[in-house]
């Protein structure tokens, strides 16, 4: 399809695994983002790719959460040693450049819970 | 920080009612400001948005200004659809174009006919 992919659509595990997440952006689209939306915090910006560039991970909450693009691609954001707070939608996003006039495209998102 | 206040929901409204949701932000500089919508069981869109004070966003009948003065971006319809029936984010991302979007806390619009 031309739009954003993300799976797995659901993922449910047990407290302390560890959980990678998947997403493909639409095919030429440099910039890559991930966002969380969970009922407490609602949606947060994660960390953003941008070609070649360092990442921006200024929104990963703590050490347990990475994420890695490759080839400028698909990225995988994953999960270490699970929390039950970690539970929430996993959204990723991706658009031609960083600049206003270049929309964000959304995926569907993959719903992680934390048994 | 920048950050992002919503109306709170959910709202209901009845078809051709007039819509407004409020949207009110706090930002250093000069942010741009967007709406999106979620419709049941897809993705999140983005349904319109501007770039500097004064300007207006508007797709699908849906139209907001950008009021610098008053830091809001309040989203209007002047005759709602069942198909309106969503949620609805406002977000900003600064002015240094990472567009690392932030987020208001949605609110979800229903529509009865």
């Known amino acids: 399809g031309a739009g954003v992919s993300q799976s797995p659509s659901n993922k449910v595990t047990e407290k302390g695994k560890d959980v990678e997440l998947r997403c493909d952006p639409i095919s030429g689209h440099t910039a890559l983002y991930w966002y969380r939306q969970s009922l407490g915090q609602g949606l947060e910006f994660l960390i953003y790719?941008?070609?070649?560039?360092?990442?921006?991970k200024s929104g990963l909450p703590s050490d347990r959460f990475s994420a890695e693009r490759t080839g400028g691609s698909v990225s995988t954001l994953t999960i270490q040693r699970t929390q039950q707070e970690d539970s929430a939608v996993y959204l990723c996003a991706s658009s031609l450049g960083l600049q206003v006039h270049q929309p964000q495209h959304f995926g569907d998102g993959t719903r992680l819970s934390i048994l | 920080g920048n950050s992002v206040t919503q109306m709170e929901g959910p709202v209901t409204l009845s078809e051709e009612a007039f819509l407004t949701i409020n949207c009110t932000y706090t930002a250093t500089g000069y942010p741009s400001l967007f709406w999106y919508v979620q419709y049941p069981g897809e993705g999140l869109q983005l349904l319109l948005k501007a770039t500097k004070a004064d300007d207006k966003g508007s797709n699908k009948g849906f139209e907001a200004t950008y009021r610098k003065e008053t830091t809001s971006f309040h989203l209007e319809k002047g005759s709602v659809q069942v198909s309106d029936s969503a949620v609805y984010f406002c977000a900003l991302s600064d002015q240094q174009g990472a567009q690392k979007l932030v987020f208001g806390q949605g609110t979800r619009l229903t529509i009865n006919p």
């Open positions: 790719f941008q070609g070649n560039s360092a990442p921006d």
